[in-house]
């Protein structure tokens, strides 16, 4: 009788082990859900709660507001700013600026790869997508992700940095960008 209750106390805790580590299998890494940056049309899915950040930045040769909302999860960053930079006849100046910035910032020496990037809802000007190679501060090898677009005079950029970024990541983040 007591090799019995031994054994079902053994069976019991080795179900509540097995049912805790399924629970914990199914947390998923990159928990994807829609979010807007404030004073925008735009939403886009973010695989994390969002923390929000606002600077003042020198775009188009002034100083101005820089908005902000970004996460880490699965060993990557992923960040979309937006920025009024008043003038929607300086936004392809400020874009490519912004992108060459970018990529001077992660010590690329150029963008391995760029490509259109059809976003929907129609921005004002036309979305591109750079791929790069670079370096941390630290010296450690980064991969970036990074898209530049438009609406009016509002200047966006949406990024994904890391040490490996799948593609089915970039592709899921990238997609998920549209105006409302």
């Not at 979010?35 to 923390?51: F, H, I, Q, Y």
């Not at 008043?86 to 912004?98: E, F, H, K, S």
């Not at 791929?131 to 530049?148: C, F, L, M, S, T």
């Amino acid at each position: 009788m007591r090799v019995t209750t031994i054994f079902c106390q053994l069976m019991a805790f080795a179900l509540i082990l097995i049912l805790i580590l399924a629970l914990i299998a199914c947390s998923p890494t990159l928990n994807w859900r829609e979010v807007r940056p404030e004073g925008t049309a735009l939403s886009l899915l973010l695989p994390c709660k969002p923390d929000k950040a606002e600077k003042q930045v020198p775009l188009g040769g002034k100083p101005t507001a820089l908005r902000m909302l970004g996460c880490d999860a699965g060993g990557l960053t992923f960040a979309i700013s937006a920025a009024d930079v008043g003038d929607a006849a300086q936004v392809p100046v400020i874009l490519l600026a912004w992108q060459q910035l970018t990529l001077a910032n992660m010590n690329a020496a150029k963008a391995d790869s760029t490509q259109a990037l059809k976003l929907a809802g129609a921005p004002s000007a036309p979305a591109v997508w750079v791929k790069a190679n670079g370096q941390r501060a630290d010296g450690a090898p980064v991969v970036g992700h990074a898209a530049y677009f438009a609406q009016g005079a509002t200047v966006f950029q949406a990024v994904i940095y890391g040490a490996d970024v799948k593609p089915d990541v970039a592709e899921t983040y990238f997609s998920g960008i549209k105006f409302e």
